[in-house]
Nanobody
Framework: QVQLVESAGGLAQAGGSLRRSCAASGRTSSSYPMGWFRQAPGKEREFVGV????????YYADSVKGRFTISRDNAKNTVYLQMHSLNPEDTAVFFC??????????????WGQGTQVTVSS
């Protein structure tokens, strides 16, 4: 497995921006896709997006497409989630993940600790 450590939680106003980071260590960190998921109160953990091991390919959930961007710096073993045009519906605990390449959480075997993102109206 891979160890994943996420940056601290964040607070933003509606329309604002935040950036999450996720540092990986353990199994060769740069050789696999990385995903982001989120879980809002009372809801299932849902897919946000995934980036290929090279960083050249990304795929996003429709709910965040055009607002969120995933990137990675393999020299630093770090993946980023840049979030723009935030709205209160984006409030959730965000998790980075490794070990999978699709949209289902069951595909991933490594998870970060999760950090809270709160968007106020």
């Amino acid at each position: 497995q891979v160890q994943l450590v996420e940056s601290a939680g964040g607070l933003a106003q509606a329309g604002g921006s935040l950036r999450r980071s996720c540092a990986a260590s353990g199994r060769t960190s740069s050789s696999y896709p990385m995903g982001w998921f989120r879980q809002a109160p009372g809801k299932e953990r849902e897919f946000v997006g995934v980036i290929s091991w090279s960083g050249r390919s990304t795929y996003y959930a429709d709910s965040v497409k055009g607002r969120f961007t995933i990137s990675r710096d393999n020299a630093k073993n770090t993946v980023y989630l840049q979030m723009h045009s935030l709205n209160p519906e984006d409030t959730a605990v965000f998790f980075c993940s490794a070990g999978g390449r699709g949209t289902k959480k069951s595909e991933y075997d490594s998870w970060g600790q999760g950090t809270q993102v709160t968007v106020s109206s």
